[in-house]
């Protein structure tokens, strides 16, 4: 697989998405080393390109990323040992929009002043290339626009 195309990434990846229960979230810290959060799912995705996630405004990795906005996130499919990594940039949104959009019920268990807690925002995951493994291969690709 190395040096050829992955078919259909989006389709693939995007599976492989859906049924992650889990997200690894890499940013860098300000002394430049890299940290590797493990985090739900992304509550909402636009394709493989836009990643939503939640998270505390107040976490470690928010403040990294108001430094340094660049991230990668790794998704694990355990049974058949694939994996995909995409890497991009995080934007950090606290607009009532954003927070909206990913509000869920059940959501005051982590943020306990509602859609509006100032202790509740939303990041946004755009990826510009990723790097497939599967049967002991790996294939790098870059990330379209979806239309």
């Known amino acids: 697989m190395n040096g050829k195309m992955l078919k259909k990434p989006e389709e693939t990846i995007g599976k492989m998405i859906d049924k992650a229960g889990t997200s690894f979230l890499s940013y860098v810290d300000g002394e430049g080393f890299p940290i590797t959060k493990a985090m739900l799912k992304p509550r909402e995705r636009e394709g493989i390109r836009t990643l939503w996630f939640s998270t505390n405004t107040s976490s470690n990795k928010v403040k990294c990323f108001r430094n340094n ?51 509740y925002c939303v990041l946004k995951f755009t990826a510009e290339k990723g790097r497939y493994y599967s049967n002991f291969k790996s294939v790098d690709f870059e990330i379209q626009d979806s239309v």
């Open 69 to 119: 906005n660049r991230a990668s996130v790794y998704f694990v499919d355990k049974r058949f040992f694939r994996g995909v990594s995409l890497v991009g940039t995080v934007e950090v949104l606290e607009t009532p929009e954003a927070k909206e959009r990913l509000w869920q019920r059940g959501d005051t268990m982590y943020y306990k002043e509602g859609v509006t807690d100032p202790d």
